[in-house]
């Protein structure tokens, strides 16, 4: 074994070891090659699913489609309340910077790990976003975008949950989960029928709302790493230049979805 192989092998020991031991033994957590599996399984579903129902009849799924989105604006509302409480309850919480103290006894601290924890774990619920896309042979939607976003966010998430479950990761946690609230909303009034087409006038600003978040938790990011108040410089870099690559993404695809369908039907 070279010395730079045994390096990154010792680095990744090291890294593995030292997680955060309010989550250390939590499901999924330890290490970082359930995740990696269960995001390759989703990978490997989007690159066979649609051969497989090429010659099959699409399925409605209204039913399903309309629990399913519903649910999910129901746990993205308690995400939501979950965090900002949270992050009230513990003493002194700077909201702009705060560090993640690696302690297993405080019950504020736990309460915030907790539902960054189930946060992540929703990201693997949101899976089904993709295979409902296939299974109704709506495939024009699932994107370079849509598969990014989705299969990163679960990678990226467990970092969070193995390091710093608290701390600065409240504010993306929370900007995403009322974006979601409102999104998958309006997923679930769409599913319902035609009969709902002309109340769901507000489908682009879904995508403007998307935007804004990002540059909220850019600029975020930004304050934290001006403070330096102990967390994690590198996983802040991380999510900046994360979120800057997800601003050019739906900046593209706002401009080909809406501006340019504007401009040839002048």
């Known amino acids: 074994m070279t010395t730079t192989t045994q390096r990154l092998v010792d680095y990744y020991h090291w890294a593995i070891g030292n997680g955060d031991p309010k989550t250390e033994e939590w499901p999924l957590v330890a290490t970082p090659w359930p995740t990696i599996s269960l995001v390759a399984m989703y990978l490997f579903i989007v690159k066979v699913g649609p051969k497989v129902m090429e010659n099959r009849k699409a399925y409605e799924l209204r039913e399903i489609l309309v629990v399913y989105n519903f649910a999910l604006v129901l746990l ?10 949270s992050v009230m309850d513990i003493p002194n919480f700077n909201l702009l910077c705060d560090a993640v103290p690696y302690v297993r006894d405080d019950a504020r601290q736990n309460r915030l790990a907790r539902v960054c924890y189930v946060y992540w774990m929703s990201k693997f619920v949101e899976y089904f976003d993709t295979f409902f896309f296939i299974l109704r042979k709506k495939n024009n939607q699932v994107s370079f975008l849509h598969v990014y976003h989705h299969a990163s966010m679960c990678v990226l998430w467990w970092m969070v949950c193995k390091w710093v479950p608290g701390g600065v990761s409240y504010f993306g946690a929370t900007c995403n989960s009322f974006v979601h609230v409102i999104m998958y909303a309006y997923y679930g009034l769409s599913a319902i029928g035609p009969q709902m087409r002309p109340y769901l006038w507000w489908k682009r600003y879904i ?13 975020h990011a930004t304050s934290a790493l001006c403070i330096d108040c102990g ?3 590198k996983l802040l870099w991380t999510q900046w230049l994360y979120c800057i690559s997800l601003i050019l993404l739906f900046s593209n695809f706002y401009l080909h979805a809406y501006l340019s369908k504007k401009k040839k039907s002048e």
């Open 231 to 233: 967390f994690s410089a």
């Open 76 to 85: 993205s509302g308690w995400m939501m309340y979950e965090f900002i409480a």
């Open 207 to 219: 995508t403007k709302l998307q935007l804004l978040q990002f540059v909220f938790i850019v600029i």
